[in-house]
């Protein structure tokens, strides 16, 4: 988690509370607007470090690393050779059905 995210929870954090203390100064009718414009501040300023500093990808996980082993591995040379065998083989059978 780098420092930007960290500040921009600080601040959100801040902002909530000076929101609520804005909320409980009016309540009590003696509402400080300086309050509500320095929660309001802060909320936006730890919204703008989370967003612009997104957090870092998560490492991948470990669960299927062995068909991902699989797939990235390449081909032996015969089997690929065998497919294409195959596919010639089925090109010329579906060609004869047709006359």
Excluded at 2 to 13: L, P, Q
Excluded at 19 to 43: E, K, N, R, T
Excluded at 68 to 86: F, G, I, M, V
């Amino acid at each position: 988690m780098s420092a930007w995210r960290k500040a921009g929870g600080f601040f959100i954090g801040l902002g909530i509370f000076l929101l609520v203390l804005f909320v409980l100064s009016d309540s009590a009718q003696q509402p400080d607007f300086g309050i509500l414009a320095g929660g309001f501040g802060c909320f936006v300023v730890g919204g703008f470090f989370i967003v612009t500093h997104p957090a870092p990808e998560p490492p991948p996980s470990p669960r299927f690393r062995v068909f991902k082993r699989r797939k990235d591995e390449p081909k032996p040379k015969h089997e690929q050779k065998e497919k294409s065998d195959a596919s010639t083989r089925d090109e010329d059978e579906k060609s004869r059905k047709r006359t």
